[in-house]
Each structure stands twice: as structure tokens, then as C-alpha cells.
């Protein structure tokens, strides 16, 4: 059924108002990322304890991803969005009391309940409001909003936290939290006039049903690998350049260079792949350029050549997350893209989990991370080798 032409310009209305939560769970996840060693001095406690802030997100992810993709199968995405986003912004306002570590403990858990129920509904909203031909495109501009939201939460942090204490940043993110959550209760409206009648399955038959595709399995090993590689190297990018001669404020700018690289190439990519009408050769490119710029970034030392890289590594390679999503949905169909969607998260959260662990060990006492590249680089192979072997298009000419 096509669209009237007042909801033409009101499903961007609904898109933006997710890519406002998106980006907010997204910062609220990393805002405490750069200031790890100002934390352990404010509390006493160990850097362990305060990474565990951080871990504790793909943890549940792993745990509430299939709990979350098939709520909203049934339940909506609108409810299930709202809810994830409500947990988000009351754990935010716990985090202003700042007076005990566990406060923060605390705040930081209720938070990462709520980031699953939020992400995994874009390829819902998607498939709801906009067409095939749109798409990677739409998922894309979603996977935007929480690139920036990243980009704001480690790029804010430190200067707030400078100028106006730490207890006052987290409430200005409480805010920012509370602003963006009543934007999406007022905006997110579902397409009800092109609501899918869903089959009430349980969750455990729901899973069954969709691991029976043969090609969802297969993209699920997919986002396993790549998002595992991601995982690693964001989190294990300044030990791996400080070698190099890079510093940890350096190592934090190629960071950044990523992240602003993937959101302008989350922006053209997938609207790209909708254009030619195919998924496949664009997720190939997003895997082979990554290929061709892991090893020299990790490994030169000239600064701005690896600015350069790090802004080409975002490029290339984090729009694939767009088009992963995307795929996930055409493999599924609209009625189980939830639980589809969260079982993507899943294995990506999964693999993330493993390599952040298994790289240091793969290291051992080498100052030079030489193998943990070398794991990054077997990565970046298999994954390849899955897109452009098994992997089949999953962009349907005919029911576009």
C-alpha cells in the first residue's frame, strides 16, 4: 500500500525523533568512557571496576537482545522504544547523585537494560514507514544518529566534567535524556494503516522459526566476526597505537575521526545500496576496504596518515552495520524483523564480548600488539570470505 502524501514527510518526523533516542543511549553508554582515570580517583576503585561501567552494555545486550527483538514483534515497536527509553532517562537521573560508587553502578545497569529495547526497534520502524527501495538508507540515517550519539558522549564529557563538576554533567545528560525521550513519545507514532497482523509465537518458537533460514544463520556469523573486530579495536585502540608513538589524547582523535567517517559514510552507502538495488557487493566493500586499512593504521606512525585512515576505516566499514540490519529485515520480513533484529544484536554483542577479552590474551606480554592485529586481520578474512562465499543477496527485485 503506498503511503498518503501527509505521511510522506511524517514518517522523517518518526525517523528523527529515533534517531534522537538512538543517539542518546548511544551517549549515555559513552560518556563515562574518557573519564576512567578520574573516576578511579573520585571513588578509590580499581580500573577494573570502572571498565565494568562500560562492559556491563554488551553483557545485557547479550542477555535482553531476544527479549527485546520479540516485544516488539508483539508489543509494538512504539511501546517497546518508549519503555526502553523511559529505564534509560530514570537510571540517568540516578547517576546524579554522585556521593557513592555504587550510585553510579546502578545508574549505569539501568541504563544498559534499556539501550536493547531502544536499538533493536529501527528495523521495525523501518520497514514500517518506509519501502524497500529506502531501506538501508532509513537504517542507515538511524545508525547515524547513534555514531553521534557515541561522538558526543566521549567528546562532551570531559569538558562539562571540567567546567561544571561531575554530579552537574550527569545531570545536563539526564536532561538531554528526558528532552529526547518526550520528542519520541509525541513523534514516534506507528504506521498503523500498514500494521502487520503478527502471529502470537513464543519466544523460544520465534527463534526456531527464524534460525531455519539458512541465510539469516550465515548473517548472523557474519555480524559476529565484524562487530567482534569493531568491538576490539575501539576498545583496545590506544594500547595498540601507543607504540607507534601515538599518545592516549591522539589515540582519542583517531577515535573520533572514525566515528565522524561512519557517519557520513552511514549517510551515503546504504542510500547507495538502495539505489543499484543490491546489498551484497556493497557489504563486500564495506569488509574489503576495512581489510585493506586495518594493518597500516595500526602500524604507521605518521599522525595524520592515520587521522587519514581512521576517518576511512569509519567510512567504509561502519555503514555495513546499516546494511547488515537491513538484510536481517528482507531475510525476516516485517512481522518477525524484531526478533530477527535482536538476534542480530545478539551475536554482534556476542562477538564484541569475545574478542574485547580474547585480544589482550592473544597478546600476551607484548608491549607491540602485533597478534591481536594479526586476530583483527583473520577477522576481517572470515568475514569477507562469509560475504562474498555463502552470503546471498537478499534485495528481492520483485517485491520491491
Not at 578520574?38 to 547479550?62: I, M
Not at 545508525?143 to 566534567?161: E, K, V
Amino acid at each position: 500500500m503506498q503511503q498518503t502524501a501527509f505521511n510522506k514527510p511524517f514518517r522523517w518526523a518518526v525517523l528523527m525523533a529515533y534517531f534522537g533516542v538512538a543517539a542518546m543511549c548511544q551517549m549515555l553508554w559513552l560518556n563515562l568512557a574518557p573519564l576512567v582515570s578520574f573516576l578511579q580517583t573520585k571513588y578509590g576503585v580499581s580500573e577494573l571496576a570502572v571498565s565494568s561501567l562500560l562492559l556491563s552494555f554488551p553483557l545485557l545486550y547479550v542477555l535482553l537482545s531476544i527479549h527485546s527483538g520479540t516485544m516488539i514483534d508483539k508489543k509494538g515497536y512504539r511501546y517497546v522504544i518508549i519503555l526502553g527509553s523511559v529505564i534509560s532517562c530514570i537510571f540517568a537521573c540516578v547517576r546524579i547523585f554522585d556521593g557513592n560508587f555504587y550510585m553510579l553502578v546502578i545508574g549505569q545497569t539501568g541504563i544498559a537494560i534499556g539501550q536493547p529495547y531502544i536499538i533493536n526497534g529501527i528495523s521495525k520502524l523501518v520497514s514500517d514507514w518506509f519501502n524497500k527501495e529506502e531501506g538501508a538508507m532509513a537504517t542507515g540515517i538511524g545508525t547515524a544518529g547513534m555514531l553521534i550519539g557515541m561522538a558526543l558522549g566521549m567528546g562532551l564529557t570531559p569538558a562539562l566534567n571540567e567546567s561544571m563538576g561531575f554530579s552537574a554533567t550527569m545531570t545536563v545528560f539526564a536532561g538531554i535524556s528526558i528532552a529526547f525521550t518526550l520528542i519520541f513519545i509525541f513523534l514516534g507514532k506507528e504506521n498503523v494503516r500498514e500494521k502487520v497482523e503478527v502471529v502470537a509465537l513464543s519466544a523460544m518458537k520465534e527463534i526456531r522459526s527464524l534460525l531455519k533460514s539458512k541465510n539469516l544463520v550465515i548473517l548472523l556469523g557474519i555480524t559476529f566476526f565484524a562487530l567482534g573486530f569493531f568491538n576490539g579495536l575501539t576498545t583496545w585502540l590506544e594500547p595498540i597505537l601507543k607504540p607507534n608513538g601515538i599518545n592516549a589524547e591522539q589515540a582519542g582523535l583517531v577515535g573520533a575521526y572514525l566515528i565522524i567517517g561512519g557517519i557520513v559514510g552511514s549517510l551515503i552507502i546504504p542510500a547507495l545500496s538502495d539505489k543499484f538495488k543490491v546489498r551484497k557487493p556493497f557489504l563486500a566493500l564495506c569488509c574489503l576496504a576495512a581489510l585493506g586499512v586495518i594493518y597500516p593504521m595500526c602500524t604507521f606512525t605518521s599522525l595524520n596518515t592515520i587521522y587519514l585512515l581512521g576517518g576511512l576505516m569509519g567510512f567504509f566499514f561502519l555503514p555495513g552495520y546499516a546494511l547488515l540490519m537491513a538484510m536481517c529485515e528482507e531475510i525476516s520480513g516485517p512481522e518477525k524483523a524484531g526478533a530477527a533484529t535482536g538476534l542480530l544484536m545478539l551475536a554482534g554483542n556476542a562477538g564484541g564480548v569475545v574478542m574485547i577479552v580474547l585480544m589482550p590474551v592473544v597478546n600476551g606480554e607484548n608491549t607491540v600488539w602485533t597478534n591481536a592485529i594479526y586476530l583483527m586481520l583473520a577477522l576481517l578474512i572470515i568475514t569477507l570470505a562469509m560475504v562474498l562465499g555463502p552470503l546471498k543477496e537478499t534485495f528481492n527485485k520483485e517485491k520491491a
